[in-house]
């Protein structure tokens, strides 16, 4: 058999090392396509005179962009037969990706665990995103609810993983190169609002929202070369739940994450992923609202910037003015994303 029909759940072992295909030199083009798509607008990202000004060699990439690369990488070999992607962890931005580096990604399967009703699994991967030298420029965990071939196949070894609830952000401290505060431009940044201007438990809307349309996920997905049948197969998502595509996760992250900049401008740079859950399903036609609150703030010895973590919560159909969350055990029905997350801001 000369095609891939995609692993399912029963052919993941434990601690096996999965070496995917096709590494990707990431270009201007790429860049241009992803402001296209998401409409980021910080300023370290969007203007290589800002980012030179700080001590970058030239404007480095949207943490997001390199993330969803190395992502991508992995969907043949870890989700391609997946339900759904169910949360992120233990991630780390271990410094800027430029335009005209190739990229590359190694996952090892960390955890499996099959479902009560011996349809399905959860696989736990710890995934690795590497430089054309071998250096690590970004890891994280994720763990996908995948389906399995034979309903009666037997696990030979199940491992559910103690994963850290928070990145210690004393380890992201290098991420960044030496900045100059003196020089970050805050009138050209569109913001006013440094490290010292953020109080934990505070929470703010950003008030604007982005319809999503058919054709712009799709392109989105297959830019970062994600395969997942549930993002294109139309005709074989009739037979689904849902009846329909589903829109990739990581497109609902960038949709927040730009969102975000109305209110959080100077939160230029991520630096860690604590947590993330994709918590109900979007649709083309729907539209994404955010609001962000402030969990805590660490001084990591640093005179240019310091590191906020921050939880922003992603909504369809409902502007976030109210702060919809968590209700009891779970969610307000508009919420759709949930993630905490490390991001730099200048002091």
């Known amino acids: 058999m000369k095609t891939n029909p995609g692993r399912f759940f029963e052919d993941f072992r434990l601690g096996e090392t999965i070496r995917h295909a096709t590494p990707r030199t990431v270009t201007v083009g790429d860049v241009a396509l992803y402001t296209g798509l998401y409409g980021p607008r910080f300023a370290v990202q969007s203007s290589d005179a800002f980012a030179r000004a700080l001590g970058y060699p030239k404007s480095p990439l949207d943490d997001l962009l ?27 931005f271990r410094r800027p990706v430029y335009p005209g580096e190739t990229l590359s990604t190694v996952s090892e399967v960390i955890g499996l665990k099959e ?11 710890r995934s690795v995103g590497s430089d054309e030298s071998g250096e690590t420029v970004l890891s994280y965990c994720r763990w996908v609810l995948v389906r399995k071939r034979d309903p009666e196949a037997a ?26 505060a003196a020089a970050y431009d805050s009138e050209l940044a569109g913001s006013p609002h440094r490290f010292a201007d953020y109080a934990v438990g505070e929470k703010i809307d950003h008030v604007d929202g982005m319809t999503v349309e058919e054709a712009e996920h799709q392109i989105a997905t297959r830019l970062f070369q994600n395969t997942a049948k549930v993002h294109f197969d139309g005709l074989a998502a009739k037979d689904t739940r849902f009846g329909r595509r589903l829109i990739y996760g990581g497109h609902v992250i960038s949709l927040a994450r730009a969102l975000s900049f109305n209110g959080l401008g100077n939160a230029f740079a991520l630096a860690g992923i604590n947590a993330g859950r994709h918590v109900a399903p979007l649709f083309a036609g729907d539209t994404v609202y955010a609001w962000s609150e402030v969990l805590a703030a660490a001084d ?8 906020l973590r921050l939880r922003t919560v992603a909504t369809k159909n409902q502007p976030c003015g109210a702060f919809p969350d968590r209700t009891g055990e779970g969610y307000d029905p508009a919420v759709i994303l949930d993630l905490d997350y490390w991001a730099f801001v200048p002091k």
Request: hydrophobic share 40%; glycine share 12%; no cysteine.
């Open 155 to 180: 696990i030979a070894e199940e491992h559910v993983p103690t994963l850290a609830k928070v990145v210690d952000p004393q380890d992201l401290a290098g991420a960044l190169p030496k900045l100059s």
């Open 115 to 125: 479902s009560s009703n011996r349809q399905t699994g959860v696989v736990y991967v």
């Open 300 to 307: 990591v010895g640093r005179d240019d910037v310091g590191l």
């Open 66 to 92: 390199t993330f969803h690369m190395v992502f991508g990488k992995t969907v043949p070999d870890v989700s391609l037969n997946a339900l759904a992607n169910l949360g992120y962890a233990e991630g780390g």
